[in-house]
């Protein structure tokens, strides 16, 4: 048996794409401003491959599979 669900949440991918783009960038050796720079740019190219899957900011569709005892999101 298949179905699918999709799902609405306003903040999580957003705050999930924000704090994984900050700590990827932690590390680097680069002041205040640099740093600014470098989250700004990387959040929004990542936010532009996610549109991909994730609808608005907010949606996201995952098909259940209980045959094979899968879950997979959902390209849009």
């Known amino acids: 048996m298949k ?3 999709t799902v609405k949440d306003p903040d999580s991918f ?9 700590e990827s960038v932690a590390e680097l050796e680069l002041d205040h401003d640099e740093r600014f720079a470098v989250v700004e740019e990387r959040f929004e190219k990542a936010q532009e491959k996610m549109k991909k899957w994730v609808q608005y900011s907010e949606y996201i569709t995952v098909e ?3 045959t094979a005892m899968t879950a997979v999101v959902v390209p849009l």
């Open 64 to 66: 259940f599979d209980l």
């Open 14 to 22: 957003i705050d999930a794409l924000e704090e994984a783009v900050k």
């Open 3 to 5: 179905f699918c669900v």
